[in-house]
């Protein structure tokens, strides 16, 4: 078992808000690498952690070990210019000599078409680069042929058609800039790709569609500023002068995502990364692409792992398990392995920078959220930020992200109306088939719930967002249309639904689901209902139209954010067929509120079609 991190005293003055500095950052490093130790095959070439296996296998998910490690040990072994407990330096250059030799009995996996081998081959890449005077060069020739064998297995072969392009780009920079052949085109042609993913404001789709999440931050813009870095004079000044505007634009919107409690906003795969969610803040100031004054800039970074480590991440192992704060398997993806949550490693990039650099010597600086509310619209994405003061939440209005698969788009981390900073939505098998918590659905009589198929923005404002789906019933071939307007007030949303439907089923909609380690309290009325955690976190949903009953269902082991669970939410009475009109208040607030108080906060009007919602502080809002 690791010992806890010995962290140095916080540092009032230069971090008032955090107290965490560079060697807070150097400590927690160091943790996760030693805690890996006793998981290292004899040859170090690599680390079989304790957990489910991936789809990819057991030799895979080893591979997957030492890769990312070793990506984070290059960012503290380069940013300490070497400096570091040599031990750590022999045992990463030990793996490389190991896992390139056959004969081994601990080689890594080829490179083959569309394999996991080519995600971990970019992280080896990338961290033999930042690396290269105390690894590379040092490692004999025949060792270095070897790597440089291994690697070439990259060369030509098919990649997903997503991000993966970029693994190969990166790979074949590397490959050639210490002499070795590589493929042009496969580099040419993996930044053309990117190309055709910009939607503008700094956003990329993941693929195509409409596939938006955090790796449009750790990865599609930080492979390309990444290759940049590698290929030095050979990339071309334009395309990287693009890159770093791309990301300062991002940047303005990117920073919003964080509470004031330095939780990520908890939408999107792969959340068992963690805090590789804080790599492209990183990214900006190490390409100096950022509009962030160096203050914010290592406030919202240190916000972010103090939050993590603050509730026991890592463990008490010293390792990150797959999952967000407690292990959690539904957080994950099938190609989750033990070592996957260590690409958190990115979220490290900033050792990169020199002790002296100012996001380590400057002041911390608030984020806006600690200031004022915010409402920060980004249209590429179709997404409304609603950040409050009062209580440190962001929330995420979802109205342009699906991640669907043909015809269909059920993923819960993407088709939810809303996300947060201190919510997730229901992910387990037996919640996630019930489509309750943040979903509009048409529930037939047997109990069964419409399916979502593919996202329609709408339009995006600092005021409202809007979309529309259709919705499927089982065994019914109609589309039935779903048009939804969201209107944030203060801590509050308003959803105002133009509902499509067939007679007979009742129209239902949850709210945020919260969790933890006991059951949420429950309170229900005539179209109102409210769920309320021990420590005063609470979800609502009030009907202002259209609306009758008032639920609260319960789940266990459903949620990222805890054991139990609880998920309020409206039904209509039966549908007449047609056309109808719902509006929804929507509370997610982490101060003291009652329920009376939210069902007196607001009316709504229904005038041909037209919906007027007037608020007791006098706002009036339009739908």
């Known amino acids: 078992m690791s010992a806890p991190p010995k962290l140095p005293p916080p540092d009032p003055y230069r971090s008032p808000l955090t107290g965490w500095t560079r060697a807070h950052w150097e400590a927690v490093a160091d943790r996760l690498l030693d805690a890996l130790v006793p998981y290292a095959t004899p040859g170090w070439a690599r680390y079989c952690l304790p957990g489910r296996a991936s789809c990819s296998g057991h030799a895979s998910d080893g591979l997957e070990g030492y890769a990312r490690s070793f990506l984070l040990a290059s960012f503290r072994i380069a940013g ?12 990463y250059a030990r793996g490389l000599t190991t896992g390139t030799d056959r004969r081994s009995g601990e080689a890594w996996p080829p490179i083959g078409d569309r394999a996991q081998p080519m995600v971990e081959a970019a992280s080896i890449a990338v961290a033999l680069h930042e690396t290269r005077r105390w690894i590379w060069d040092r490692l004999d020739s025949p060792v270095q042929q070897r790597v440089v064998d291994w690697l070439s297995g990259i060369i030509g072969k098919r990649t997903h058609d997503n991000n993966w392009r970029l693994f190969q780009v990166v790979c074949e920079e590397f490959l050639a800039s210490v002499g070795a052949g590589y493929r042009q085109s496969d580099i040419d042609g993996g930044l053309a790709r990117i190309e055709d993913w910009y939607v503008g404001d700094g956003w990329y789709t993941d693929g195509d569609g409409r596939n938006f999440d955090y790796y449009n ?53 792969s959340l068992t990364y963690r805090f590789a969610t804080v790599a492209p803040v990183w990214l900006g100031a190490l390409a100096d692409a950022t509009p962030l004054p160096p203050g914010r800039t290592r406030r919202l970074a240190s916000g972010v792992l103090r939050h993590f480590t603050e509730r026991e991440v890592p463990d008490e192992r010293g390792l990150l398990s797959l999952g967000w704060y407690e292990p959690f398997l539904p957080v994950t993806q099938d190609y989750s392995g033990p070592a996957s949550p260590y690409w958190a490693a990115k979220g490290f990039l900033g050792l990169l920078l020199p002790p002296d650099h100012p996001v380590w010597t400057a002041r911390e600086l608030p984020l ?32 342009g992200s699906d991640h669907a698969t043909p015809g269909l788009a059920d993923d819960p981390h993407y088709v939810r109306f809303g996300y947060s900073s ?16 943040g979903h509009l659905a048409l529930v037939a009589a047997d109990g069964t719930a419409s399916r979502r198929t593919v996202i329609h923005p709408l339009g995006v404002s600092r005021s409202r967002a809007a979309s529309w789906y259709a919705a499927r019933l089982p065994g019914d071939g109609t589309e039935y249309r779903v048009e939804t307007t969201a209107l944030p007030h203060q801590g509050l949303e308003v959803r105002v639904h133009r509902v499509e439907a067939p007679a007979g089923v009742t129209v239902r909609e949850g709210g945020h689901a919260i969790a933890g380690t006991r059951p949420p309290t429950a309170e229900t009325g005539d179209g109102w ?7 005063g976190l609470v979800s609502a949903v009030v009907g202002l139209y259209g609306w009758c009953g008032g639920h609260v269902a319960h789940h266990t082991d459903a949620n990222a954010f805890g054991p139990c669970s609880a998920v309020p939410y409206l039904t209509s009475a039966p549908h007449p067929g047609g056309r109808s009109i719902h509006v929804t208040l929507v509370a997610l607030s982490g101060n003291p509120v009652r329920a009376a108080e939210l069902c007196g906060v607001a009316a709504a009007e229904v005038v041909d079609g037209a919906v007027a919602i007037r608020f007791t502080d006098g706002t009036e809002l339009y739908a």
């Open 80 to 91: 300490a210019d070497g400096q570091v407990d040599q031990r750590l330096t022999e045992r």
């Open 422 to 437: 201190r919510t997730a939505p229901q992910t387990a098998s037996h919640a996630r088939a019930a489509r309750l918590d």
């Open 368 to 399: 806006p959220i600690e200031e004022s509310d915010q409402c920060v619209a980004l249209p590429a994405p179709g997404w409304l930020l609603h950040g409050t003061r009062g209580d440190g939440i962001v929330r995420l209005l979802n109205h």
């Open 529 to 535: 209902a409210l769920v309320r955690r021990a420590d």
């Open 217 to 269: 931050g750790w990865a599609l813009h930080l492979y390309p500023l990444l290759w940049a870095r590698i290929a030095g004079d050979r990339a071309e000044a334009a395309r990287v002068a693009a890159y770093r505007a791309r990301l300062r634009r991002f940047l303005l919107g990117y920073q919003h995502f964080f509470g004031a409690d330095g939780a990520p906003v908890h939408q999107g795969r």
